[in-house]
């Protein structure tokens, strides 16, 4: 038996399921994946660059809770493809959300967190809290 006897076996358990691999998706490169996210760090401060395209800055959230940081954003995306008639012949919709947390070493001052968007990339600089101090804590 060879290797290509065996997948086309594999293949007639699940048919449907390996022809959607060959389909090209409409929305394949602007549908939101996981948040990839890059973070920084200085003596004063993390920056953190997250990748989120198709988000518009109001469709995205950013909280801070002392060390905890999370981003969650909705994408919507439309397209309409017409004849020349004007009839809509397909129109697909995708309405989705990504979100991603992590937790840094020091807490953040929540309020001088900046924010950017540009061109579907946030932009966050995360001042380290100046008050927040390490206690050395006694062995009994």
Excluded: C, W
């Excluded at 493809?81 to 840094?104: A, C, H, P, Q």
């Excluded at 924010?115 to 100046?130: F, I, M, N, Q, Y």
């Amino acid at each position: 038996m060879t290797a290509l006897t065996r997948r086309e076996r594999f293949e007639d358990l699940l048919p449907d399921f390996f022809r959607r691999f060959g389909q090209p998706s409409v929305f394949n490169e602007q549908v939101p994946g996981d948040i990839k996210i890059d973070v920084t760090e200085t003596d004063k401060d993390y920056r953190v660059r997250a990748e989120i395209p198709g988000a518009k800055k109001d469709d995205i959230r950013v909280s801070v809770e002392g060390n905890y940081v999370s981003i969650s954003a909705e994408v919507k995306k439309e397209k309409e493809e017409k004849s020349d008639g004007g009839r809509v012949l397909v129109k697909e919709t995708y309405v989705g959300s990504s979100s991603r947390g992590f937790s840094l070493a020091h807490e953040i001052d929540e309020k001088q967190v900046v924010a950017k968007l540009e061109d579907g990339v946030l932009k966050l600089t995360l001042p380290k809290r100046s008050d927040a101090s390490s206690h050395q804590i006694a062995i009994q």
